[in-house]
């Protein structure tokens, strides 16, 4: 495998970097820096930079209005944007749902939705866990009834991102129960202010709102918004799994990280005179999670070559993940008792709070809660590690 960059590809990600300096809001990058919360009408701002320049419908064929990029341009663009430190696209609407409805979507469909998705008018939310359906997500009991050109939509969806900004909610439902739980599940998308539809707060440990619950009672939803064929939603859902797995390298975001915490651990006293830079312990983790990353990267490269096993993107979604874990960790013994003050992000004013708090003990002290997450979401690790391991067995029988 040839991992060195052809010419046009390195033009490429110079042109993308120099945008993200000369072109993309500046004021974006320094309210990320600061750790301040993006609010819906920043990310709008920062989405309708990126696609004034075409550059917003990744995994997006050119004729549906996105970036046509190959593997490495696509992966090229991610690095740049991570390495700006600039908000990451929604994923719900451009990464997970756009490419669906570019595959599977009827042409009226495709006209009412994509503009909107890029133009960032809309905002889109993803409805598959329910209370009673996480990682065994087949088991899923929202029911769509058909009722003439409508559906009924009655059940409660759990742990959707974003729901509370969002103006559309794609969900995975049940419109038939059949021997197999895997059919008899479809696709359809309901408008966020349809009659029957409540979205409540699940404040996380962080102290953030990000998560909601979503009930439906009796919400009818035209049935020219089932996406695809009914009853194969399963299939669907599961193309958008694996686009959903690969999105949680963020190796950009990764490498800024740990750039930025051998910057702070050469100012970071250590209680002897010295630095945290020169705690021998220290500094030899921060390089072994260096030296991961390296290895990470040449898997993603692989992936993305098409020259890694199927289950490659189980064991990415594993280690990628749990890498992230790793440096928010790095950043906590950074912040060394500066963590224990916890800041309220969503109040005004919470910088001035606990002045002798540097921010960013704060910031990272909330991202360090909040990723324990990254393990879950997506499909938790034990989960993955079946995928793997049923993989390897199949394998090993051939
Ligand atoms: C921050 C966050 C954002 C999320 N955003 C969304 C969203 O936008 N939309 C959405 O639909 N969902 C979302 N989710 C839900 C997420 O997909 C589920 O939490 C996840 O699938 C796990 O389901 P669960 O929480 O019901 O846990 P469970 O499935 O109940 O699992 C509990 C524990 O048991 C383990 N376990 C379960 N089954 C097995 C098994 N067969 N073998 C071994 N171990 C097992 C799991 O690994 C886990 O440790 C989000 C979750 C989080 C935390």
Redo the contacts with the bound molecule.
Sequence with gaps: MDLTLDPADRAFADEVRDFFVADYPQDLLARMRAGIPMTRADHVRSQQALNARGWLGVGWPAEHGGTGWTPVRRYLFEQELERAGAPAIIP?AVIYIGPIICAFGTAEQQARWLPDILESRALW?????EPE?????ASLRMAAVRDGDDYILDGT???????HQADWIFCLVRTSREARKQDGISMICADLRSPGIRVDPIV?IDGSH??NRVTFDRVRVPAANRIGEEGRGWHYANVLLSAERVSYAHIGRKRADLAAIRKLAAKRPRGDGRSMADDPAFAARVARAEMRLDALEISVLRVLAGDAAPAAVSGLKIACTEQAQAITELWMDLAGRDRAPFLDRSVDGWEGQAPAVPAFAATRTASYL?ER?QT????????Q??IVWRHLDRANRR
Excluded: H, R
């Excluded at 939310?125 to 866990?129: D, E, R």
């Design positions: 719900m939310a993803q409805g598959y866990s359906s996480g990682s065994d997500l969806k759990i742990w959707t991102s974003g729901a996380s990000e998560l909040f997450a879950i979401y997506g499909g938790s690790t034990e989960v590690k079946t």
